[in-house]
């Protein structure tokens, strides 16, 4: 057992963390040396049938992660498995970094399944919000002190178009994800004059977009990936924040659910304490470290960086699972937030007695569109 | 002086420094209340002359920046010094940070012009290497260990792709900076019927676009800012990485020029320093670590941040400038860089003899349509 | 299988995995409260069978992580199932935090062992070069430009200078962890007059120190331990930068131990990579990271942060983990370290010729008495 | 004008601007020439008169941030300026990162001055704060719902003590700051045998301390300096963080003194915003971003890293400003602090009543010894 055995299930629901396990990355690399004799094949570089023994061999990883230390990467000992199981035509002219790219935007495009899936709950649960409070009038509250009236369905209508903006932009990053394929320095010299075409058809029989050319050395899909996590994560945090301080008891004006245990405290049976925002700023938080280590990678040596690639594959995996679990966490606050417009009411003080909220309506119609 | 007047003329070109400078701030925040009232007053919430008066004004700044601290921005001592010279109706309905956040985004488009000269100016470079070198072959380098010939034309390809594409994103993002426009707490109460209209005018005055609804709790506009910028500075930095390792003693095989003090020590005449690329790394690192201010401000309290937001106006500028600095610095290293084709030949080990270098010449076609 | 547990065991060695396991964790929980009944028990304050029921228990924490998501903490689970087994004494007066930041500084203490010797390591081999070369000549490069001649053995004292006094600091560290009691809020309010006591017996019980008062708001033990590691990480790194330079093919001056697959490539036999240090610069990396998510975690809300605390769980295992990974990934790469004095003078441009090392045999002998 | 001569002084007091300045910079940089020169005339390496010479010289240091891009350091130009004024001793037997490196401690040492004394003027309204309000009964929060009672003195206690062990830390790396004498490469082989001699006097002379050997590769000094820093302001911001949330409208058990303007708004006259603790989590913020950047600056190539030493200069400066920044807001903020006892009990919800507040006056004796 490892520590993320016993916090990563606090943080991160099931379906994102299997997304980016040690079995997803195996089976995502094993993917992509089955697409690359496929395409290979397909061109007529390597034989039909060993492309047929490599896509039907199950090879013996028993050890695989130990077994990477002396290489520093798992496809060298997971080649030399799959190379006892299904002969030598595994991994024709490719290195591990192909391999290991590729199956980097596989795990992010099946990872950003139930990323974008909690998104979209959360989302869901803005445009539910918005619209059910459209003309319930809170305090506005700037530098947090009252400000001016605003609606509770304003509120949540901001909320809605930041998170509905950054899912768009992880939306567009997770169609344009691209699949690598240079060879051992990006020539794919040993396919002679079939490199660029089987690297269309090795794009394609991931799914994967066929890049212009090899990006070993560009790092923006991973980086740009990060980027966006980061700034869907930095959107879930601010709902997260406004939910936490809206459920202080001196404020009370939502708060979440609670029976069976669910925000309970070790010491005060009374608490009813904000347990899914509170678990998903710690997850966001966990998103901006790991974004930055992708930042940080883009500066590599040469054809092939040393350390800053290595860097990645941890922090791409911590990047997705810590957007799903915060979008997660917020998306379960969320669906069962108790909302007390009576509180909201009185809460408000004199200063702000007649005073109308404007165009607040407007604004939630508009932000209603972006659902 | 400030530190930043010994070190920032060392890393950011004038341009750039002036399009960030306090007074392109001031100038943005006061055109933003030019442009307010200028859309008040085609609306009707304002007279028309007061909107001429606020246009002709030439209010005293001086002090402006200490008297700032009683309020925490700059906006609230610069209202009082535009009221003081053209009348009451100065900043009607607005708030500070209307003011400061679409002066936040006019600083960003205007200094975006020169940053993105100087990416064009390193794509350009990169183009002509590439062009200049498709077939100069030299060794491909991964783990900093020889692997398998490359031209120096394939090198130079990816290192366009990566700074073209992030030049893109840019440009993309600098095409939809929205203005901003909620009043006290985004609901635009003060403008009557007129709020939607006013913010409409308000954009179009500016240049900018007008956003779905207000966007002070929303933080995209300046967190994906940062982030593109971060991925700009990344693609560069890789870029000034390969030509410091290049230029190595021992490889040599690119030197930046020299002449006129250029790359000199104050201990060693011989020597012939890559101060471009060095220049570019110092700087590209100062930008994640803006873009990491940025990301984390994503996460403020209700309707206004109370010290997230502040955050934001120096790490923007600093974003901004270590960009622009970090692609000038490159341009300004490829522009004069010698490459030694000779050199690269013979630096290849025997190892890779009879190796050919497969599609590299494909791959340089591609990457200059990215031009 | 989390991602974990396909690339934790490239990047850390086994001891200190464990060392900061999840097991690792809910040992140090129940170690803490075992010494928490001790202490009370001692002081009067539970019945001296009760405190022996707990020391005896063996709960079932089975499903633990899971159940902590509606508290948002593990500690609320696992003290549901040490009542289960040894009855209501069970964490009497204590809060969850109490016992998590308790076994946090235990977790710490136990892995600062593996990680420490892990720098003893590299702390040893540096010395080890540096009395091996004290005398052997090699270039001296600034700005990666050859500039006057060194001795490798001054190289390795820098190096060794800089991990000793980052082990130093970790040492002080170390040796000053402070126990957390403070009750829901601080105040020990449900020991009565026993409070303070107890805290010092608790303290005494677990081997670590007894604060002047409860931190559960002052978070330097955990943040000044994670700038530490980063510290400790980043003297690393610069070893293994150096490293893998100099064992670049054109400079050839060291090279890491080969062998059995040690250094191999997937697509190239020939190559011998640097893949110790490759390693360590991967996993300093990730310190900087966890470092970076322990700063922000300072500023928390109160007498127990919503998010913040909850953020430092993981990261503080990612920072000891990383370190000792760093260190054990350099100790080995160079305690297999091949040295090339020839080639370090061949190497030696013409301008270098006639100057002399200097200091440099004084500098070694200072640094080796920092060993 | 730069960004920063807008935002700094919102930010920044002026001594501590001064402190940093690049005039500061310049200053240090000729404090450190005139040692060497002294340093080295001590020890007959070079002539008395030219070490009063440099002494006694006044440079013309015009254009020299400008002049400083062709060397990528302000040193060259400054040693131009200086032979031109004093002759050619100057600088004898240093290299550019010697002077820079010497000036940076001297730019910490003098800036940790006002930056201590605002930090000190922190620690003492925090214990004026908890011994007034020793007794002061109020609600403890936990995840931001109310727990149990604490006092107002318990809180300030905890305040007082992790800034006062943050200032500890930073007192004692102060006393350590080592001057760096190294010469081209670390051996000091133009001084023949009086390289250690000189470097002892260079060291005295400065006030600094003399290292056991050059650290231009083991960038220590300035990370660990970087990392306390990041600590201290961290533990500011704590601070600052709990006054905003105890100012909230609805708590209304503190606030921040008005008057004058000081804390008002553009739009709303009525308000009376928190305004030293925004600035100082605003500032507070910066000053990790800045440690990040040191931290990965350890990492540098050689003898002298290719941009990671130059990224040190401006984050070294934005460190220390950055800090005494949020002291002085904080220090400002709580000096004028209006505390309600009433409105603190009042706040109280019924779970709470008839619980004690424990052991809270005991730790408030004990972190009074820490002032």
Known sequence: MTSSDLFTPIFVPGAVQDAVSGDAWLRAMLDAEVALAAAEAAEGVIPADAAAAIAAARPDLEGLAVAARDSGNPVVPLVKALRAAAGEWVHHGATSQDILDSAAMLVARRALGPVLDELDGVVGECARLAREHRDTVMAGRTLLQQAQPVTFGLKAAGWLAGVAGARARLRMLRAELPAQLGGAAGTLSALGDRGPAVLERFASELGLVAPALPWHGDRRPVAELGAALAVAAGAVEKVALDVVLLAQTEVGEVAEASGGGRGGSSAMPHKRNPVGAVRARAAARSVRAAAGVLLEAMAGEHERAAGAWHSEWPALSDALAGTG????????????????????????????????????GTFVDRALELE
């Open 325 to 360: 679990g915060a979008a997660w966490s917020l998306h379960e606050a969320l669906a069962g937030l108790t909302v007390d417009p009576e509180r909201m009411r009185a809460n408000m003080t004199d200063v702000m007695s007649g005073e109308t909220t404007g165009a607040a």
